[in-house]
């Protein structure tokens, strides 16, 4: 799912370099060697392009570097469409959930190609936590759940974390998990007429990682699923204190 605007990616598309990390094709816009990092994985259907344009909506200070890795799987979006994906998505379920609206309850499953997606981003993130003074991850729907899953496994803990529109899966396993991040920062924002991965789910994550001792902060809008203007301002003042 395509969150920005086509202008807006043609223009930040200019600032950015292609390159490979670990072995994730990346758009990347380099700041300071050596300074930090912001990591934000795209959405089921979206690809490395779908995120860029934030670095400029974010206003992020000129030494840090922000990378927008793509998913290796391709899927097919629309007749003749296609987009990249961390990991396969049940669409008939989806699109049931959306028809009843009741969005769909995930929290009791671990979506498969999940630990593939994350053992191929743990790769590049060890590549940059080696290089950069402090790495913050994140991502949008899709991309937001990989990005807990990394932060939850991974032995070297982000400087923060940031979850648009995200949703809780394997409650258990994540709550199990959660403590080995203990006092890391995260911002989360979802909007109250998501009908795609519902507001509850993110509120009971967003208490699950509270609980477990990382520091939270909460924004939500009255919109769906995507990334409000708002949303984009609060990112950015998370970013600049962490």
């Avoid at 994550?205 to 520091?215: K, M, P």
């Amino acid at each position: 799912m395509l969150v920005l605007r086509d202008e807006k990616r043609r223009y930040a598309m200019k600032n950015a370099v292609a390159k490979s990390i670990g072995s994730l094709k990346s758009l990347s816009i380099d700041g300071t060697p050596g300074g930090p990092c912001v990591v934000f994985f795209h959405g089921y259907g979206a690809d490395a392009a779908d995120l860029i344009p934030l670095y400029d909506m974010l206003h992020l200070s000129s030494n840090t570097t922000f990378i927008c890795p793509e998913a290796q799987m391709e899927v097919i979006i629309a007749p003749g469409m296609y987009g990249k994906a961390w990991f396969q998505i049940d669409s008939r379920r989806l699109e049931e959930a959306m028809k009843n609206g009741e969005p769909t309850d995930m929290s009791q499953t671990t979506p498969p190609g999940l630990e593939q997606a994350r053992k191929v981003a743990a790769r590049m993130y060890d590549e940059l936590v080696e290089k950069h003074s402090k790495v913050i991850i994140g991502g949008f729907s899709q991309g937001a759940m990989l990005a807990t899953e990394l932060a939850l496994t991974h032995a070297k803990k982000p400087s923060g974390l940031v979850l648009m529109s995200a949703t809780l899966l394997n409650e258990e396993r994540w709550k199990k998990l959660a403590p080995s991040c203990d006092g890391v920062p995260f911002f989360q924002c979802h909007g109250k007429n998501d009908a795609l991965l519902g507001y509850d789910y993110a509120e009971r994550l967003f208490t699950l990682l509270n609980d477990a001792g990382l520091h939270g902060d909460f924004f939500s809008f009255s919109g769906g699923h995507e990334i409000p203007p708002k949303a984009i301002e609060r990112i950015a003042k998370f970013i600049k204190s962490n």
